[in-house]
């Protein structure tokens, strides 16, 4: 009986980014292969499939056809749209988000990025860090994913051979410096065969490092939440009303980050009215202290107004909270943006109403270029891969990543995305059909640290010969 | 204090079914629970007891009944809702087919029938958020699927405009006859919904245990007998030690040799298995390489 032992196993979010080129589909199809993670019905209709599309009976399983689940995946021969894949060794579990590479699926590598906290980026040994690598960064940055491994794929194709990997190692290392991206590390691989996926290879004997999957098992999982401050959105309110719970009244919420104790003095943002934690409530009992992600109940001491949306900080904490928010927002949906469109923010647990009043620069992810508009008439930095005639100014569309300026019809708390990944973020609806228009991040971001990009300095230098 | 400032897997997934859950409550005027009496709906309905607590579910069951049940499973269900005093929803594939609303098909199987009632349920109803105990890991297509999925006012889903789903911060909005299916199980797999009944003692109908049972043998699969289809001639019915991984419509629904009769039995028979459990126990997915996309876009579960 093995139950025991997994009683203590934690949970790794991460995601994949890369094309079937690069060999994304059979990277993760050997990780659930050698993970045991395929069962033999899955592995008898890939082979079915295999043989479908022309390979021999005797070759080896398409590892790929696993994760295509769509039929126009399938038929295509892309992935379209992120997948969720769930293997398990004794010591981790983990949820792999599986985002599509090319530039028209950036808003599902931005989803894909939002959750997790290691980012696998897949280069092929023969080509090296190309457009899409540094685009696959770039969103890893943004996003503030706080681990990165640069899988370099195919060494079967290149012999295995050391010098090469340390090029496209060092050049993408140079990379995530500018980026600002603190933890990464380069593994040579091949997805096809196996080597240092879950195996070490003995095919590269020069490499010292952990194989992949060793890596994955060993990243810690979380920040210490001690080191962070309480933020704890509240979702409902429990007031059972009834003979045994008359007077009960619960704040219900899944404590975003740090830790909260009884005895805490609290403050209700945006009001900021105070109060004492007496009570932390679960259905398995009370608790003494409670940390985050876990889900609970909070008892205040005073009878004071708090609803959905509310969010409860310590109380001699420093909270931003205001009606105007300015955030880099990647664009998701195929409607452009309008100046003045009249739109809905969703931030932690509260919807507010909002006036896009600014796009005020836009990123190019491949270049890492910032095209600021200075003023109203400034109509540059259009999508290139747009091709209406009449696009309007300032405006961003599908896959676009832009600085917006919004006025908002009440405050709300605005945690600083870089320091609060949890609370930090916010979508934009549109109010008329409930579609998510953008995806943002409250305050500066990657794209204010390269902003004002010089033309002069973009078109020269290594970023420039890199790649393509 | 690090060892005890990480969440073990099964408290990050009992966490992030609750948080889904209470949005649900926060942001939806109609939410109802698909209940089936299967293992995945039991598990949801012990979560919303605990994400709620002290107070009731705030929220009704809904049963989409084929006809072809199994006794223990119906029994199952109405202790239930007696037990926990809650509001059952029972939506009817019989009523459907004696209304004209669909066709008895020739193989006598009712799984794929159940679209209509379910969808013809949430409009009656005005039900606005409907929770299904669906998990990516049981099937590809799935394995795509939104936490909060947006259904038209024909039920659809159309996996290529899925709203891009970030953070945490699930968008349920939609406009009136649309509805909103959330699964807050999209992050289990099979082991991790067993490993949970087992830590938290959840009870489950009895069927889900090795018992001895009359079946027969129908395309590699073991099925009770009935009189929507089975056994037919030349299928011998004989007495088998088995027991059902999934439950589903009695009549594509199959069991599976077993002598696993408690839960760590189960535990080890499943960490063990070389099957999915669809691939083990549903005829009904056997039909093709898109199989599940295709009732999904239809509105099924």
Known sequence: MTTTDHSQRDLLRLATAGSVDDGKSTLIGRLLYDTKSVLADQLAAVERATAARGGSDDAAPDLALLTDGLRAEREQGITIDVAYRYFSTARRAFVLADTPGHVQYTRNM???????????????????????????????????????????????????????????????????????????????????????????????????????????????????????????????????????????????????????????????????????????????????????????????????????????????????????????????????????????????????????????????????????????????????????????????????????????????????????????????????????????????????????APAAEADDGWLAGAGI | MSGTTTLTQLDALESEAIHVMREVAGEFERPVLLFSGGKDSIVMLHLARKAFWPAPVPFALMHVDTGHNFPEVIEYRDDTVARYGLRLVVASVQDAIDDGRVVERPDGSRNPLQTVPLLDGITAHRFDAVFGGGRRDEEKARAKERVFSLRDEFGQWDPRRQRPELWDLYNGRHKPGEHVRVFPLSNWTELDVWRYIEREGVELPSIYYAHDREVFLRDGMWLAPGEWGGPRAGEQLETRTVRYRTVGDMSCTGAVESTASTVPDVIAEVAASRLTERGATRADDRASEAAMEDRKREGYF
């Not at chain 1, 090296?128 to 899988?151: C, D, F, N, S, Y």
């Not at chain 1, 340390?166 to 990464?184: H, P």
């Not at chain 1, 996926?197 to 060793?214: C, I």
């Not at chain 1, 001491?301 to 001699?316: F, H, K, L």
């Open chain 1, 110 to 452: 931005v989803t894909g990025a939002s959750t997790a906290e290691l980012a696998i980026v897949l280069v092929d040994a023969r080509k090296g860090v190309l457009e899409q690598t540094r685009r696959h960064a770039t969103i890893t940055a943004l996003l503030g994913v706080p681990h990165v491994v640069l899988a370099v794929n195919k060494m079967d194709l290149v012999d295995f051979d050391e010098p090469t990997f340390r090029k496209i190692a060092d050049e993408f290392a140079g990379y995530a410096d500018l980026l600002g991206l603190q933890d990464v590390l380069a593994v040579p691989i091949s997805a096809l065969d196996g080597d240092n996926v879950v195996d070490r290879s003995a095919r590269t004997p020069w490499y010292d490092g952990p194989t992949l999957l060793e890596h994955l098992e060993s990243v810690p999982v979380l920040r210490d939440p001690t080191s962070e401050e309480l933020r704890f959105p509240v979702q409902v309110v429990i007031r059972p009303r009834n003979a045994e719970h008359p007077d009960y009244r619960g704040y219900a919420g899944r404590i975003a980050s740090g830790v909260v104790h009884v005895g805490d003095e609290v403050a209700v943002h945006p009001s900021g009215r105070t109060s004492t934690v007496v009570g932390i409530d679960t259905f398995d009992g009370p608790l003494d202290q409670a940390h985050a992600p876990q889900s609970v109940t909070l008892r205040l001491a005073d009878d004071i107004d708090v609803a959905r949306g509310d969010v409860i900080a310590p109380a001699a904490a420093r909270i931003e909270s205001g009606a105007d928010l300015v955030g880099t927002v990647c664009w998701l949906a195929e409607k452009r943006s309008v100046l003045g469109a009249r739109l809905l923010v969703r931030v932690g647990t509260r919807t507010v109403r909002a006036l896009l009043r600014e796009v005020d620069a836009r990123l190019d992810v491949d270049t890492l270029q910032v095209d600021a508009w200075d003023s109203v008439d400034t109509l540059h930095a259009i999508d290139a891969t747009d091709t209406s005639s009449d696009i309007p100014p300032r405006s961003l569309g599908l896959n676009a990543i832009g600085r917006v300026r919004l006025r908002l019809a009440e405050p709300v708390v605005l945690d600083e995305y870089g320091s609060h990944r949890r609370t930090g973020g916010f979508l934009l609806v549109d109010p008329a059909d409930g579609t998510t228009l953008a995806a943002g991040m409250v305050g500066p971001t990657l794209l204010d640290a390269l902003a004002p």
